[in-house]
């Protein structure tokens, strides 16, 4: 089992910043692949970046340049730090985790709980 809490997000302005923590917990060998996800009202849950085990990185068309995910494996925490943040990236930001690498497909086993991010105009 691992457990996958997020926190960083919040409300921001066009253009700002925000940097989110994943921290993992319980058996790492199952969260040896990494990905950050983002639900909107009304929208299906979307891939935004992933990370595999040998800190290979995969990006959404639309947040590439923008984003970066990074991982610290000593405190078994995933980040994601977001860039020149635009309106529509508002959504819950999820963080979730597997032992096989779903890349942006939302297959992953494990997932948290999400965290809000609200950018506005």
């Known amino acids: 089992q691992v457990q996958l809490v997020e926190s960083g997000g919040g409300s921001v302005q066009s253009g700002g910043s925000l940097r989110l923590s994943c921290a993992a917990s319980g058996d790492t060998y199952s969260s040896s692949y990494m990905g950050w996800f983002r639900q909107a009202p009304g929208k299906e849950r979307e891939g935004v970046a992933a990370?595999?085990?040998?800190?290979?990185?995969s990006y959404a068309d639309s947040v590439k340049g923008r984003f970066t995910i990074s991982q610290d494996n000593a405190k078994n925490t995933l980040y994601l730090q977001m860039n020149s943040l635009k309106p529509e990236d508002t959504a819950m930001y999820y963080c979730a985790a597997d032992q096989i690498y779903w890349w942006l497909l939302p297959n992953y086993n494990y997932w948290g709980q999400g965290t809000q991010v609200t950018v506005s105009s």
């Open positions: 990370i595999d085990s040998d800190g290979s990185t």
